[in-house]
Structure formats: structure tokens, C-alpha cells
């Protein structure tokens, strides 16, 4: 499987990114969520918690913050489209 050619460190961003997905996702569907500002806000606090909960080197901690972060922005645009959120101009 994919865990042959990631290590564990690779494994659990992967795993971290699709169940936050998810569960913003799941928030949007339940109206827990209702503009694409909370969604992206909620998405940047519970990345730092993970990046923090890590502990990895401040320089190592910022890139892995960016690229989850692009990563996760990227895939909520489509479910900002999907379920028509809310966009604050």
C-alpha cells in the first residue's frame, strides 16, 4: 500500500488533512459552518494544533503549515462550490 513508500511523519499529515476535510465538510452540510471565513479560519486553528501537537523544528513546523494549509484550500473550494457557502466580500 501507500505506507510502503510515505514514512509515518508523511502518513499522519495525510491522514490529518483528509479527516479535517471531512469534518469541515460535515460542519457545512450541518450548517455548523456557514461562510467560507469560518470554514478557513477553523481550518488554520486546527492545522496549527496539529503542527503544534507534532513538534517539529520552527522552520520544518512553518513549511508543513503552508502546504496543508494550500492543500486544504484548495480541496475546500470545491465544497464551497458544491454547497453554495456563504463568501464575505
Known amino acids: 500500500m501507500i505506507s ?4 509515518q ?3 499522519a499529515i495525510l491522514r490529518f488533512s483528509v479527516s479535517l476535510l471531512t469534518e469541515i465538510e460535515l460542519k457545512i452540510m ?6 467560507q471565513h469560518q470554514a478557513m479560519k477553523y481550518a488554520k486553528h486546527q492545522i496549527d494544533l496539529f503542527v503544534k501537537q507534532m513538534h517539529f523544528r520552527q522552520a520544518l513546523s ?4 503552508s502546504e496543508i ?11 464551497f462550490e458544491q454547497y453554495r457557502v456563504f463568501k464575505c466580500v
Do not use: G, H, P
Not at 510502503?4 to 514514512?7: A, E, L, R, S
Not at 450541518?30 to 461562510?35: A, F, G, L, T
Not at 512553518?62 to 503549515?65: C, F, K, L, S, T
Open 30 to 35: 450541518k450548517k455548523q459552518i456557514i461562510s
Open 4 to 7: 510502503q513508500f510515505i514514512d
Open 9 to 11: 511523519t508523511e502518513a
Open 62 to 65: 512553518a513549511v508543513y503549515r
Open 69 to 79: 494549509y494550500i492543500y486544504i484550500s484548495t480541496k475546500l473550494a470545491r465544497v
